[in-house]
């Protein structure tokens, strides 16, 4: 699949995680999203079911700077497409316009990885390095996400990781 058509196509699995996610808040209104659980910093929901099931582990961050930042709510994804061979895709939305052509730097520890942008979003490139991101998070105590807006804004979101084994473990689990 060529770069276009791979980011088209995580671009609409994002946007589907990211309604998923809306909904998901309103459970008496989204009868088809679950919440497998809660592990402490993360949620993890399952959504659909044969074909069309989704499943994704998400967290919010404990922490966001500068405050007072005017942008949507912030989360990180990590999620499972089964139809699709995908086990876990990790995601931001970091609740504003990213900076055309510029990257997103995640820190877990003392070891960066550079997320490219779309819109609000910040996706892994390379599948190693998405794998090696993942043990990481597993291995870590708190990950920070580095962006800057069109507007100039560089913000530091700061993410718990306790519960993210858990977590995905719930998906790998719901989502076969």
Known sequence: MSHRGWTRAVTLR??????????AGSIALAQNIKS??????????SHGDGGSLLCFATAQPTKQEPSGAKRSPAFIYVSSWPKDGV???????????????????????????????????AYVADAGDELK?????????????????????????????AGISQALQAVATSCK
């Open 14 to 23: 994002a946007a589907a995680t990211v309604a998923a996610v809306a909904l």
């Open 87 to 121: 086990k876990a895709e990790v995601s931001v939305r970091v609740g504003y316009p990213l900076r055309g052509g510029s990257e997103v730097t995640l820190a877990v520890g003392s070891t960066n990885f550079k997320l490219f942008v779309h819109g609000d979003r």
């Open 133 to 161: 991101l993942l043990d990481a998070m597993r291995k870590g105590s708190t990950m920070t996400v580095m962006g800057t807006s069109e507007r100039g804004t560089t913000t530091t979101d700061t993410y718990s990781l």
């Open 36 to 45: 497998i659980g809660t592990f402490s910093s993360w949620t993890a929901f």
